[in-house]
């Protein structure tokens, strides 16, 4: 049995929950042991737990009843008992069988695996009307299966011992839990449903616009708030905490050239997050598939950095949104070792490396994002008559404006134009500009 102090906080708050940490080492698809308890030590420190002890255990496969073998399962009861602990948290998923099995053995403390420990953070940070809705659906899909019969007492009490009875109380009252938790799903639903239709008509309505739309992603405390605010001045909720903000928040960005674009912070990811999560999210994740580039953002200081970045592709992949432009970018390089940011540097030679809190690099990260904005534009030299002035006013915010003159006739602009918008401006094509594009105004 392995005990360890994680001192997160400093004094152990008596108004905080006091848990043990349990995980089984196994196949861990390049996370040792020791870094996937230090992530679910900060966890539980953002959920309001102080950890007292953790236990492990070496195992091919988990125990089919007790998720641990029953001796360690013992183990662990003792342990929680000798350091007063009320909550015992598993680095994994429990099956429903598995927890009412722990929670009969360990009945003086609270049992939670890993995706209701996730739940319990997400609904602590939860802000918006949809993120609340978000987070109350997951938590009832996960709390459907592990509905269990807590009303027998009522039977025992109706038929002095409860014997000889097929149907009772406590069954009935079980039913009937299980179908309000059914009904309580399909309302929320049904009210998500409403939330991201509404979305969508604000995404379809920027993506008729013609903005170019930036998403930000990345593994959570990343930095992508940091990194947002940095570029935008957005003030977007930055702490030293997993999952801080769950929200997304789209802010318009001026490139250095003028041009106009939105980018967009979203929900951070996470080793082995909850399918239900990604589901109940779908909707404000839509950001992510519908962007026209993704930034990942990777902390380049983690000692697990391409680990995360892996589990960040993993869900893209569930997502369909892998097929999506990306552009690297290894933030904190003000605290990374030179030996590592050589090392990725290597691995990812078309890496973006900035300090989002210094601003290091955001000048290069800049000219990386507009260059990819760029992609699918059209060169065009135009002469647009003084009487079409909303379509200068066009080329200003959305199109990127290489030059302009005022002449007798109109607005002269040589100008990048995306595609959405190149039949705006076809009718005003200088005659001269499919032989000369380079001589801009002289063709004018």
Known sequence: MKREQFELSGLHDEHRDRAVLVAVDHARHGWPL?????????????????????????????????????????EIADLAREMQANTVIFDDDLSPSQQVNIEDLIDRARILDRTALILEIFAQHA????????????????????L??????????????????????????LEVDRRLTRRRISDLKRDLKQVSANRQVQRH?????????????GYTNAGKSTLLNALTGAGALVQDQLFATLDSTTRKLDLPEGREITLTDTVGFIHKLPHGLVEAFKSTLDEVREADLLMHVIDGSHPQAEAQANAVDVVLNEIDAHRKPRLLVVNKCDVMS???????????????????????????????????????TRLMTV??????????????????????????????????????????????????????????????
Request: aromatic fraction near 6%; charge should be negative; glycine fraction near 10%.
């Open 34 to 74: 020791d870094e996937s308890l230090a992530e679910l030590a900060r966890l539980a420190h953002t959920a309001g737990c102080d950890v007292v002890g953790t236990v492990t255990q070496k195992l091919d496969h988990p125990h089919t009843r007790s998720f641990v073998g029953p001796g360690k399962a013992q």
């Open 127 to 146: 802000e918006s009307r949809e993120g609340k809705l978000q987070v109350e659906l997951a938590r009832m899909e996960y709390v459907l299966p592990r």
């Open 383 to 444: 002469l647009i008559p003084y009487t079409r002035g909303e379509l200068v006013q066009l080329a200003h915010e959305r199109a990127q404006v290489v030059s302009e003159r005022h002449t007798g006739e109109g607005t002269g602009l040589v100008l990048s134009v995306p595609s959405e918008f190149i039949s705006r401006f076809e009718p005003y094509l200088s005659p001269a500009v499919e032989d000369s594009v380079e001589q801009g105004l002289q063709d004018v």
């Open 338 to 376: 030179p030996e590592d940011m050589n090392s990725l540097s290597r691995r990812h030679p078309d890496a973006v490396f900035i300090s989002a809190f210094t601003g290091q690099g955001l000048e290069e990260l800049l000219a990386r994002i507009a260059k990819e904005a760029s992609r699918g």
């Open 148 to 173: 269990r019969g807590m009303w027998g007492h009522l039977e025992a009490e109706r038929l002095g011992g409860g014997r000889g009875a097929r149907f009772g109380a406590g069954e009935s009252q």
């Open 205 to 217: 309505q920027r993506a008729s616009s013609g903005v170019f739309r930036v998403s930000l992603v």
